[in-house]
């Protein structure tokens, strides 16, 4: 397996990037561990964050196969969060109201996974297609009468479906966009594939909420690009689309925005004004990340001083959240089973596997109580207060929970 680096802009093949962190070489998020590899060095690979001076988008510099990470046994299933079904559910629903769905309509979801999202069109009698290379989470969907392509989405796909007759009136891409190479291809196939007065939906986590909340550990392998406002302004200005609408959700995945675009120019001003207030903040300016690599240093060094003080006074502590995100922040904090005896997490996918790298144990729930551990530092915080609440029998019992971003803080 190996990891090539970049010299060109994914967005608009400019030359000069400039890179502003280094988290050192980390194993892929996702790549979870049988526990009879326990004993072996997981590959491991730069994890080095550039901004580019043509177009401000923000980027990782070495890329990894997609095959690698999102086919080969990746375990990724949407439905494990009750938070994020509901607003999947309150998207699809203002979808089919504002843009007036019916039987005679298409959505097709790019990354469609387990068809949580899908699903809610699908009972409103709305004909739907899913995208996703992930074999087990398309096969999911199927079950669940979601119709699923088991291929990665590019404009090559999307030239094979215009030719077969089919155009989209809504094209939903969730949290996908960030973790694709070939950006250029993918917005020129949502174009391609979108109806004339069609529109695509796009959410990601925003660049500038990353900074501004210290969100170091959402860098993987599995996300390419990093995303502001202006930077998919450019994008799509380059690639056949416009950028029409904006909303924000501050509290989805630590700081979501949703793009509108369409095929048609037809600018709002939530864009105006988000574009006015990214210029107003430097978020397109390599200025804004200047200081963010001291900042991740001193949250690796706040959250080791906690839990080492925390564990030499005989505490036990376990984690809550087999996160992607918890492969980055264990593994660039050198967090092992010397502080963390184990993980929690409702995938069944990934219970009895080990986390990557780090390899400490992952377990259900239900370990939480069987052990009664002092501390839970809570790795999938974007979802704290849905764990928080599902966990009030541990906290009754005594138990803490901590959040380890921005600073590290107990929170119950
Ligand atoms: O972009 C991506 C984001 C959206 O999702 C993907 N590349 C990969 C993935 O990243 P992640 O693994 O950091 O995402 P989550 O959704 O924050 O991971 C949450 C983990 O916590 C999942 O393994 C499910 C688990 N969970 C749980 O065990 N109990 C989640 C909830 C809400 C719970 O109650």
């Not at 906690?306 to 984690?319: D, F, H, K, P, T």
Request: aromatic share 8%.
């Amino acid at each position: 397996m190996s990891a090539a680096r970049i010299t060109r802009c994914r967005a608009c093949g400019s030359a000069d990037l400039r890179p502003f962190l280094s988290l050192g070489k980390t194993p892929l998020a996702d790549a979870f561990v049988e526990p009879e590899q326990a004993g072996r060095h997981d590959p491991s690979f730069p994890l080095e964050v550039a901004w580019c001076a043509g177009c401000t988008l923000v980027q990782i510099l070495h890329e990894i196969p997609p095959q690698q990470l999102f086919v080969d046994n990746y375990l990724y299933f949407s439905s494990f969060s009750d938070e994020l079904l509901a607003h999947s559910r309150a998207h699809a629903e203002q979808l089919i109201t504002d843009r007036r769905l019916d039987g005679d309509s298409l959505v097709v979801e790019i990354a469609s996974n387990d068809g949580y999202l899908l699903k809610n069109f699908v009972e409103h009698g709305i004909e739907v297609l899913g995208i996703d290379p992930a074999p087990g989470q398309a096969e999911a969907a199927r079950a669940i009468g979601v119709p699923t392509l088991a291929q990665f989405f590019g404009v090559e796909v999307a030239r094979g479906l215009v030719a077969d007759g089919v155009r989209a009136d809504v094209i939903i891409a969730n949290n996908v966009m960030a973790h694709v190479p070939d950006l250029r291809g993918f917005v020129q196939g949502m174009a391609l594939l979108l109806a004339d007065d069609g529109v695509v939906t796009i959410e990601n986590p925003w660049v500038r909420d990353l900074v501004r909340k210290g969100e170091f550990d959402t860098i993987y392998h599995e996300h390419h690009s990093y995303f502001s406002c202006t930077s998919v302004n450019n994008l799509m200005r380059d690639n056949g689309l416009s950028l029409n609408d904006v909303e924000y959700f501050p509290d989805l995945h630590g700081g979501t925005l949703r793009w509108h675009c369409g095929r048609r120019r037809n600018v709002s001003d939530r864009v105006r004004t988000m574009l006015a207030l990214e210029a107003d903040e430097g978020v397109p300016s390599l200025e804004h990340y200047a200081s963010f690599s001291q900042r991740v240093d001193e949250t690796i060094e706040s959250l080791l001083a906690m839990l080492r003080q925390r564990r030499s006074a005989g505490r036990r502590i376990a984690a809550y959240g087999a996160a992607a995100k918890g492969s980055t922040l264990l593994n660039t904090s050198g967090i092992g089973t010397e502080l963390i005896d184990f993980v929690v997490d409702r995938n069944v996918h990934k219970q009895g596997l080990l986390v990557p790298g780090v390899h400490i144990p992952i377990r259900p729930p239900e370990a939480l109580l069987d052990e009664q551990p002092d501390d839970v530092v809570i790795l999938a915080w974007n979802f704290a207060e849905e764990i928080v609440s599902q966990q009030a029998e541990y906290v009754r019992r005594g138990g803490t929970f901590i959040v380890p971003i921005p600073e590290p803080k107990v929170i119950t």
